[in-house]
């Protein structure tokens, strides 16, 4: 799958996506309602991010939600952070790179998938590329989120709080009806 290397453990990115969000520990932690040591430990890896608190974690930055995702998951290959040249046009350009690679195997997929319902209608070769493809739109993901996080990080765009409050939107309207 992903041939980058990627930060290890989930202590090491939420150390990270604590330092991203700008606020004091000591200030995060009350803001989520949790002491320090809570954090503390979790970035030490001796407990798990409290449940309580992860959706209010996840609203600090982009990184913080995924590190919240990839404790939650373990999917690294989607979730992880890269340990890449963190330059803002180094990052488009590998997301360009791999929208490329990735558009010629989609190409492909339409006639191969052609009025084939299930696993058992696909040949040993076609099974392949549709596995090579998925698998390469899994790296396509983590691209795109690895340039989002930096976006966010360096400029501070919120996007966590907008998409919560997209989200939340739609009850809203439907709690009026």
Request: proline content about 3%; aromatic content about 4%; glycine content about 4%.
């Amino acid at each position: 799958m992903l041939d980058v290397p990627m930060i290890d453990s989930i202590g090491d990115m939420l150390q990270l996506a604590i330092m991203a969000t700008n606020i004091p520990p000591k200030a995060l932690a009350a803001e989520i309602g949790y002491s320090v040591d809570s954090l503390y430990s979790a970035v030490k890896g001796e407990r798990s991010i409290p449940v309580k608190a992860r959706a209010k974690l996840a609203s600090k930055s982009f990184i913080m939600a995924c590190t919240v995702a990839l404790e939650g998951t373990g999917l690294s290959q989607i979730f992880g952070y890269q340990k890449v040249d963190r330059h803002i046009q180094s990052m488009i350009i590998r997301v360009k790179t791999k929208d490329k690679e990735i558009s010629c195997l989609l190409d492909e997929l339409p006639m191969i998938l052609l009025d084939k319902e299930t696993i058992a209608d696909l040949t040993d070769g076609d099974l392949e590329k549709v596995k090579i493809a998925t698998g390469k739109l899994v790296e396509r993901v983590n691209y795109s989120l690895n340039l989002v996080m930096e976006l966010d990080s360096r400029y501070r765009l919120d996007i966590t709080e907008d998409i919560q409050r997209q989200k939340k939107s739609p009850v809203l309207a439907h709690r009026r009806l």
